[in-house]
Nanobody, 119 residues
Framework: QVQLAESGGGSVPVGGSLRLSCAASGYTYDDYRRACVGWFRQAPGKEREAVAR??????WYGDPVKGRFTASRDNAKKNLYLQMNNLKPEDTAMYYCAAGFNCLDLDYWGRGTQVTVSS
C-alpha cells in the first residue's frame, strides 16, 4: 500500500524560506520513477490548488509560485521536495504531496504539513 508523508512545514516571516519533504513508501523503484508526483496546497476557505507537478520528463509550476518555488525528486530515496523561497503571506496553507500515474488524477495523498507566513 502506497503511503506519503510530508514534513518540513512551519512558521516563517515574509521573505523567508522553507523546504518541504515527502517520503513515499509502498512503491517499487520503477513505479515511483515513472509516477507523476506533485505538491498541492489549500488555504482556509479556498479551493485546493496545484503548486508543482513532476513527471519523468517535465516539471510544471503554478503561476503564483513560479520563480520562487523549486520542486525536485530523488527516485532512489522515493522522496519529493519543495524548496520555497521569498515566501509571502498568501503562501500560507496546508501543503500536500500526491502521487500517481495520471498527473491530473493522482491516486495517493499525504496528510499535509502546515506552512504559515507571517507579515
Amino acid at each position: 500500500q502506497v503511503q506519503l508523508a510530508e514534513s518540513g512545514g512551519g512558521s516563517v516571516p515574509v521573505g523567508g524560506s522553507l523546504r518541504l519533504s515527502c517520503a513515499a513508501s509502498g512503491y517499487t523503484y520503477d513505479d515511483y520513477r515513472r509516477a507523476c508526483v506533485g505538491w498541492f496546497r489549500q488555504a482556509p476557505g479556498k479551493e485546493r490548488e496545484a503548486v508543482a507537478r513532476i513527471t519523468a520528463l517535465t516539471t510544471w509550476y503554478g503561476d503564483p509560485v513560479k520563480g520562487r518555488f523549486t520542486a525536485s525528486r530523488d527516485n532512489a530515496k522515493k522522496n519529493l521536495y519543495l524548496q520555497m523561497n521569498n515566501l509571502k503571506p498568501e503562501d500560507t496553507a496546508m501543503y500536500y504531496c500526491a502521487a500517481g500515474f495520471n498527473c491530473l488524477d493522482l491516486d495517493y495523498w499525504g496528510r499535509g504539513t502546515q506552512v504559515t507566513v507571517s507579515s
